[in-house]
């Protein structure tokens, strides 16, 4: 942890590398959740991986599988992914353009890199969705926002509003999501919401948040508080990173496997629905069998979040 000038403290989250299954398995970095931090705002899960060359890493293929209680935020960096769910979706995720996906009651989706990805890289986060809107009805949304002029860099935002941009796909709890380029040695000041907290995973550069230093595969945590964020970019060449935010979600929730509940009978009931073939409907279209479920722990399930 490091203080900044103006007191706040920002927490770096290292990444723990996680093999994804499946046939043709890939390594991703998660920064989120932490055993100290689970949720960023509604934030709750990040992966980010590559650049991996798919003629050595064999690229991404995630059979059908489900999700309940949660949406899945799909953005690329480089390569393209074939995204198909049981709502009869088809779509492709490219680097720059949103996917978001709505578990809710239930969904199911596979995702796969096309043929005509060389380089694979990008981030895989999740939103939890609040008690009231966890049952909601499944939904996909597509979006391409435009970059935003920064001075010194530009901004991506593909949720929420940030430097006189808002994204139009509605959430249900107020969410920021935003792709940023800082140029070389350049220092970009952001008005931001006080009432948010924010996350900054960094993907290329070497980056100060509010006074700390962020290096590649790192997430800078910085509290509510503030009403803007300072970032500069100490390489020579250009930094990328991607910037959370939302309001402190306050509630407690429980995450198993790709399930979202607040209970153990959530969780259990989710899983026999999926091993019995209800509610999450059919991916049409994927060649090869659906991902089973794996056993549940012998042990209770424990809800978790930033609840103090």
């Known amino acids: 942890m490091s203080e900044t000038q103006a007191g706040a403290t920002v927490e770096v989250l290292s990444a723990r590398d996680v093999p994804l299954g499946g046939p043709r398995a890939m390594t991703v970095r998660r920064t989120l959740p932490q055993r100290d931090r689970s949720l960023i705002g509604a934030w709750c899960f990040a992966d980010h991986y590559g650049p991996d060359n798919v003629a050595d890493s064999g690229g991404m293929d995630v059979a059908p599988h489900p999700h309940i209680g949660l949406q899945t935020v799909s953005w690329l960096f480089s390569g393209e992914i074939e995204h198909r769910d049981s709502l009869g979706t088809f779509a492709y995720v490219r680097p720059g353009e949103l996917n978001l996906m709505t578990g809710g009651h239930g969904i199911s989706h596979s995702e796969?890199?096309?043929?005509?990805?060389?380089?694979?890289?990008?981030?895989?986060?999740?939103?939890?969705?609040?008690?009231?809107?966890?049952?909601?009805?499944?939904?996909?949304?597509?979006y391409v926002?435009?970059?935003?002029?920064?001075?010194?860099?530009?901004?991506?935002?593909?949720?929420?509003?940030?430097?006189?941009?808002?994204?139009?796909?509605?959430?249900?709890?107020?969410?920021?999501?935003?792709?940023l380029h800082i140029a070389p040695g350049a220092t970009v000041t952001l008005a931001i919401d006080p009432a948010y907290e924010h996350g900054l995973l960094v993907d290329s550069g070497d980056v100060d948040m509010a006074g700390t230093r962020l290096r590649p595969a790192e997430l800078g945590y910085l509290g509510p508080g503030g009403d803007t964020l300072t970032l500069t970019n100490h390489a020579d060449t250009p930094a990328r990173t991607v910037l959370l935010g939302g309001p402190p979600f306050g509630?407690?929730?429980?995450?198993?496997?790709?399930?979202?509940?607040?209970?153990?009978?959530?969780?259990?009931?989710?899983?026999?629905?999926?091993?019995?073939?209800?509610?999450?409907?059919?991916?049409?279209?994927?060649?090869?069998?659906?991902l089973p479920a794996p056993e549940l722990p012998h042990v209770p399930l424990k809800a978790r979040g930033n609840v103090r």
């Open 112 to 142: 796969v890199s096309t043929e005509r990805t060389t380089m694979l890289h990008g981030v895989q986060l999740w939103v939890a969705l609040p008690e009231r809107h966890r049952d909601s009805a499944p939904d996909f949304r597509h």
């Open 251 to 290: 509630e407690r929730i429980i995450m198993w496997w790709n399930f979202i509940g607040r209970t153990q009978e959530d969780i259990e009931q989710a899983r026999s629905d999926w091993m019995t073939g209800t509610r999450f409907g059919e991916v049409k279209g994927y060649d090869g069998e659906a």
């Open 145 to 179: 926002p435009e970059p935003v002029a920064l001075g010194g860099g530009e901004a991506r935002v593909f949720l929420g509003s940030l430097a006189g941009d808002t994204s139009p796909v509605p959430t249900f709890t107020p969410l920021l999501g935003a792709e």
